[in-house]
């Protein structure tokens, strides 16, 4: 602790730095995103459900629960399937949703796949749970749709607007763009990293994005109270050094 309040970091000074850092880092994220994209999972694309019942329920437990899926999972990842969702049920029943495919032989894929998956399956648990019977197979649409995206952007705008108004009769009208920007900011620095680093994009990302931002304007309004705080008890001082 003592090291670092004996230092005098020109931090603000050199403000002109980190923002060419935040620049370059969000103009190659944003880059890749145009020319990529973003590695969307099953949440946003949709897919195709498989549903499979086991002859003998699973009986252990939540631990024999856990051991199958993990078992299960590692024989989808075996067929370059990782991207999947599998859940079980009512303790014999075993769901699980593959990506879609776009082209035309989707159907003839999404079928070779329930053949490799039950094949995979039998050899896994037939011993242990009896025979595996496919119950059938649906398409299904993403759980992110185009109408949730747009709600969510039309959300995010809202709060920025609201946001703006808030911190503008708190504090000034400059300090609200600054806490806006800020916001923006951050957003762009994750979503260019997901994009640049592939990470496959759920349910779990919106969840993590939305903690973000709200860190990311508490920690704002923090520090306009210490800057508020600080230019009063240094009048005249430069902002810097507030």
């Not at 670092?4 to 603000?12: E, G, S």
């Not at 949703?97 to 399956?121: F, N, Y």
Request: charged content about 20%.
């Amino acid at each position: 602790m003592d090291f670092f309040r004996r230092q005098n970091w020109d931090i603000v000074g050199k403000a002109w730095l980190w923002l060419g850092l935040s620049a370059v880092t969000i103009a190659i994220g944003m880059t890749w995103w145009a020319i990529a994209g973003l590695n969307l999972g099953i949440d946003f694309t949709g897919g195709v459900l498989l549903r499979y019942q086991f002859d003998l329920p699973v009986s252990g437990g939540r631990a024999e629960e856990a051991q199958l899926l993990g078992q299960v999972r590692s024989m989808l990842s075996e067929h370059r399937l990782a991207k999947t969702q599998i859940q079980l049920s009512g303790g014999n029943q075993l769901f699980v949703r593959v990506p879609a495919r776009g082209d035309e032989e989707g159907a003839t894929a999404a079928s070779e796949v329930e053949k490799s998956i039950h094949a995979g399956l039998g050899k896994l648990f037939g011993d242990k749970y009896g025979g595996i019977t496919v119950v059938g197979s649906e398409t299904v649409g993403p759980i992110v749709g185009k109408q949730l995206r747009d709600q969510a952007l039309a959300a995010l705008l809202l709060g920025c607007l609201l946001i703006l108004i808030y911190i503008t009769v708190r504090y000034e009208f400059r300090f609200a763009i600054a806490a806006i920007i800020s916001l923006l900011h951050d957003v762009a620095i994750i979503v260019g990293a997901v994009a640049i680093l592939r990470i496959e994009l759920d349910t779990s990302f919106v969840a993590a994005l939305l903690t973000i931002i709200g860190y990311s304007i508490n920690d704002t309004v923090v520090i306009f109270d210490r800057i508020r705080e600080n230019r009063k008890l240094r009048r005249g001082a430069p902002f810097a050094e507030a």
